[in-house]
């Protein structure tokens, strides 16, 4: 019944609007022609800034794709890329496995280096968090799936680039947005921008909360963001960019299977009683000086600082962390030609350092008469300095105007002091230093169509609690996770740009492969433990159809389908080889389509596909495969010649399908309790939202 009536709302306002449009005929069809596939053009701090001539599969997420949903979850968005799968529950506890690579951490994100701008979002402990910031504050997100990128540190995963919105358009612009849904959701966002001639800025603020639809489930996080550029002249600008945040989100945290199938909206009883949650004031900010040295040679200047205050309990103690981190880095490219050879180039060096202190307190919530957590006496209290250095170098070659090379380096060295009060101990430790060649070569028959083959090495450093022995102490025979990933692909647009097609084969073995042992509550011990194999093929095919003048139907779907398994892994005398990788689906499957009119109205649905993930190991439980339907109808109209509005609707789950959005890998069952695997996604929830802009 309410589809029903959702659907026959749509039909009544599309039929309104169609009366209002009949003046606005030859307007609108030169804006249904704007709706054709563009290149997409990526970062300038690549080597070219045109995905078509990139050598590597970067999958793309522009301003549009980034406010497809509800502008509240960023996982709905990052998943609709080919083997990328972003597992998030309640916001707050979130992991991102690029084509398998990440996916067995504990909790969190590794693996994978993240920037805002040119500012780190990756700590020294190799963690990183992308989604406390704003989704109304990006302009794109670019995702490089393996060790592809010299210039950002050859992660094994990949690297995550996002870009932050400096200004809307010219002159001076204001706008507010309200969203609210299901489990009291709703989020409230304000926006002002300013773009002159020699300077732009855009200022926002964003408050998100919801009640949750789990037990202690409440989220709450406001932020503000400041970006944008001064002295604007034709061969320099100075970029600027900060972000405060504060969060505060409660913890329902995992549970077992027979909980999940009966009484999914139910908290871990621990985390219940001890009103568990995670607390924290993050400030990040930046500056970025571009200049033009002469007609051959640029430089991109950048420096920064990233803070974080964090408290955090948890039924067993209290956990509180300040980390402040800083850094810089500096590029130069250009060109030059060789032998009538057209060749560019970047180099650079980055610098990444950080201070990190952590405490932990007794958890007295049993004796608090049911009020949650209550700080006891200081159990631990350990520091570390982490500090790196990359140089990178990446040279492209054009031999001819169909055949290009690209090669590059990238050599990091790392080192780190761990200060462990308890044992009233300081130790200092360096790895050594770490070559990462790139190799790739590109043939472009034509201006549509393009073949590449890519070969390249990337590393993951150990986190902390790898690193370190049951004692507290570092274990120096730790070694970084290296591996090699050959990779071919094509890009190809057909039907005069309507139809782009993107396909990428892989195959990386990763070696030394880290295995975080649990050894109590919050302790892990490391250990290189054996080797993985990743390989599988992706897919991305966009269409754009304009039928007539008011209709145009924007279509994608994209798909990842890979064989992630241990090649040799033997842990603790169980011998592992030949299982399925843990934590990550073999399968992913994305389908989208967007019916756009020239009167205003859209109506959007897409479709996602999640293959069974293996739970453990072993590979003795798995989850379940799911679907989820989403959909989503909104309508764009002009109150006045200078104020814009926006109203729309949806329905996230539409079949209520019960899946896990996210998974404990190698859960530990406490006594005789079954191990908890499970954070259970959320049921049908429906969503609302209403925006209006004005252009001064």
Partial sequence: MILKNYYSLYFLLLCFSTIQAQNKKEKTIDSLAAENLEEVLISPLHINNNRQNTPASIGILSKKDLLQNSTTDISTVINTIPGVFMQSSNFTTTRISIRGIGARTPYGTNKIRAFYGSIPLTSGNSETVIDDIDLENLSQIEIIKGPLSSIYGAGLGGAILISPQLSKKNGQNAGFSTVAGSYGLFKNSLNYSLDTKQASLNLSYHKLKT?????????????????????????????????????????????????????????????????????????????????????????????????????????????????????????????????????????????????YKGNTFENLYKENNGQGSLQGNQLTETGQKRHFYNIFSQIRTLLSQQFEIQAGINYNKTQFELENYDLDSNQNYSYEGIFSPQLSFLFKPNKLHTIYFSASRGFSMPATEETLTSSGTINPDIKPENGYNFEVGSKFYFFNKKLYTEVSIYRMEIKDLLVAKRVGDDQYVGANAGKTLHQGIEINVNHNWSINYIFNIHSYISGSFGNYEFKEFVDSGNDFSGNKLTGVPANKVNAGMTLNTSLGFYLNGDFQFVDKIPLNDSNSVHTDSYNIINLKAGYHFQILPQLNAHLASGINNVTDEKYASLILPNAVAAGNALPRYYYPGLPVNFYGMVSLNYLF
């Fill in 211 to 355: 009640d949750g639809w789990r037990e202690n489930s409440a989220y709450n996080r406001e932020g503000i963001t400041v970006a944008g550029d001064l002295f604007r002249k034709k061969n320099s600008k100075l970029t600027y960019f900060s972000n405060y945040t504060y969060l505060k989100a409660y913890i329902p945290s995992s549970i077992n299977k027979t909980m999940f199938d009966t009484n999914p909206q139910a908290g871990a009883p621990t985390w219940v009683a001890s009103k568990g949650f995670k607390e924290y004031k993050s400030t990040l900010a930046g500056l970025a000086y571009d200049f033009k040295l002469n007609e051959n040679l640029n430089n991109s200047t950048s420096i920064f600082i990233n803070y974080k205050d964090s408290n955090e309990p948890r039924p067993f103690d209290i956990l509180r962390q300040y980390t402040f981190a800083s850094g810089a880095r500096t590029q130069f490219s250009g060109n030059f030609k060789m032998a009538k050879i057209e060749n560019q180039f970047i180099t650079g060096i980055e610098y990444f350092a950080d201070n």
